[in-house]
T-cell receptor
Framework: EAGVTQFPSHSVIEKGQTVTLRCDPISGHDNLYWYRRVMGKEIKFLLHFVKESKQDESGMPNNRFLAERTGGTYSTLKVQPAELEDSGVYFC?????????????FGEGSRLTVL | GENVEQHPSTLSVQEGDSAVIKCTYSDSASNYFPWYKQELGKGPQLIIDIRSNVGEKKDQRIAVTLNKTAKHFSLHITETQPEDSAVYFCAASKTGFQKLVFGTGTRLLVSP
């Protein structure tokens, strides 16, 4: 079974440009999360989808970030316009609804570098 | 909101030694404490977790202890092996596991 896949693995853009990150969760996982790790700090929660609905977006830094999950399958995270402080590794994770354990299944991350 | 502190930031041990990583959390309502291991080039992977109704949990060479009164929890790895080298993250959350608050990570290096 395929794990959580993220694309691109690494993106280098100029300040002010736009970047879209994509996450394909494990098939059948209705929970989808975005997290971010900036410069060796903690991994911070951004938002949580249940199917296509945003359950919790309290971690989204500002309105330059837009997350979507149309159809409840894959998700995209768009940063527009990108700023220097947006650099970091963006992780996507998924889990099934109603799971007994609390395990999140993470992708390998998308590293974003804003110059 | 919840805040999780993790120490040390780096830890170097010899193969066969034990390694201990410690975390403290601030929100007494937190009741779920997982540990994730991130190997180079990979995403974090759950290695062990503990809930607030349990004080200790073991799985082969790894164990986690929880002190709810002090709001501390620790990861213990015994008989370390080079393949244990990775970044380890502790985390805490409240009901439903939905929103994990992570520590800053510990880079563990096990030398042969």
């Amino acid at each position: 079974e395929a794990g959580v896949t993220q694309f691109p693995s690494h993106s280098v853009i100029e300040k002010g440009q736009t970047v879209t990150l994509r996450c394909d969760p494990i098939s059948g996982h209705d929970n989808l999360y975005w997290y971010r790790r900036v410069m060796g700090k903690e991994i911070k929660f951004l938002l949580h989808f249940v199917k296509e609905s945003k359950q919790d977006e309290s971690g989204m830094p500002n309105n330059r970030f837009l997350a979507e999950r149309t159809g409840g399958t894959y998700s995209t995270l768009k940063v527009q316009p990108a700023e220097l402080e947006d650099s970091g590794v963006y992780f996507c994770a998924s889990s099934p609804l109603g799971q007994v354990t609390g395990e999140l299944f993470f992708g390998e991350g998308s590293r974003l570098t804003v110059l | 909101g919840e805040n999780v502190e993790q120490h040390p930031s780096t830890l170097s041990v010899q193969e066969g030694d034990s390694a201990v990583i410690k975390c403290t959390y601030s929100d007494s309502a937190s009741n779920y404490f997982p540990w994730y291991k991130q190997e180079l080039g990979k995403g974090p992977q759950l290695i062990i977790d503990i809930r607030s109704n349990v004080g200790e949990k073991k799985d082969q060479r790894i164990a986690v202890t929880l002190n709810k009164t002090a709001k501390h929890f620790s990861l213990h790895i015994t008989e370390t092996q080079p393949e244990d080298s990775a970044v380890y993250f502790c985390a805490a959350s409240k009901t439903g596991f939905q929103k994990l608050v992570f520590g800053t990570g510990t880079r563990l290096l096990v030398s042969p």
